[in-house]
Antibody
Framework: QVQLQQWGAGLLKPSETLSLTCGVY????????WSWIRQPPGKGLEWIGE???????NYNPSLKSRVTISVDTSKKQFSLILTSVTAADTALYYC???????????????WGQGTLVTVSS | DIVMTQSPDSLAVSLGERATINCKSS????????????LGWYQQKPGQPPKLLIS???TRESGVLDRFSGSGSGTDFTLTISSLQAEDVAVYYC?????????FGQGTKVEIK
């Protein structure tokens, strides 16, 4: 059964760069999209973007100018870079596997444990 | 972008009673070529990541108890918990995957009355 484990810095200052990595254990890396989703404290879920094993990416237009998602297939890992963070980027960040349908991406399952990233001066 | 709106924002239901959560999308999630609705439901318990309960609007995931059911088509969907148990206390989210970016509803908090 596939498990996702994520890690990265949890406390940043405004204007710094957020960097998180997610490792995939126990399952296939190809045939899925690998996504990042965030959840501000007490709020709902926002999709950030995704990458497939070939390096093809899709990003949320609202964050696209600041986001880069990359993949290392040899390690079965994918990473999130978010530049120029502000307090509005404070959130619980999740990695997740996204299914692929015949027409588009699908549901997210499973999810990583989450990493709380706080942006504060 | 498709906007997902859930109602109510919260509800309190007695143990053993039915809980009903609604989800409305700003455009149809029904793909005509395969007659499938691109809608999923998730459960998020405190301190945990979301867990996928239902995909394709009504298909329960493996291991999900049959008291959870999904229905609806087009723009209007419902998640029903037929007999609420204490362990069902959580926030429930719908999510569309008809187009990119995928989008979630704002969540519905289910509590025990």
């Amino acid at each position: 059964q596939v498990q996702l484990q994520q890690w990265g810095a949890g406390l940043l200052k405004p204007s710094e760069t957020l960097s998180l990595t997610c490792g995939v254990y126990g399952g296939s890396f190809s045939g899925y999209y690998w996504s990042w989703i965030r959840q501000p404290p007490g709020k709902g879920l926002e999709w950030i973007g995704e990458i497939n094993h070939s390096g093809g990416t899709n990003y949320n237009p609202s964050l696209k100018s600041r986001v880069t998602i990359s993949v290392d297939t040899s390690k079965k890992q994918f990473s999130l870079i978010l530049t120029s963070v502000t307090a509005a980027d404070t959130a619980l960040y999740y990695c997740a596997r996204r299914r692929v349908t015949s027409t588009s991406g699908g549901c997210f399952d499973p999810w990583g444990q989450g990493t709380l990233v706080t942006v504060s001066s | 972008d498709i906007v997902m709106t859930q109602s109510p924002d919260s509800l309190a239901v007695s143990l053993g009673e039915r809980a009903t959560i609604n989800c409305k999308s700003s455009q149809s999630l029904l793909y005509s070529s395969n007659n499938k609705n691109y809608l999923g439901w998730y459960q998020q318990k405190p301190g945990q990541p979301p867990k996928l309960l239902i995909s394709w609007a009504s298909t329960r995931e493996s291991g999900v108890l049959d008291r959870f059911s999904g229905s609806g088509s087009g723009t209007d969907f419902t998640l029903t918990i037929s007999s609420l148990q204490a362990e069902d206390v959580a926030v429930y989210y719908c999510q569309q995957y008809y187009t990119t970016p995928p989008a979630f509803g704002q969540g519905t908090k289910v509590e025990i009355k």
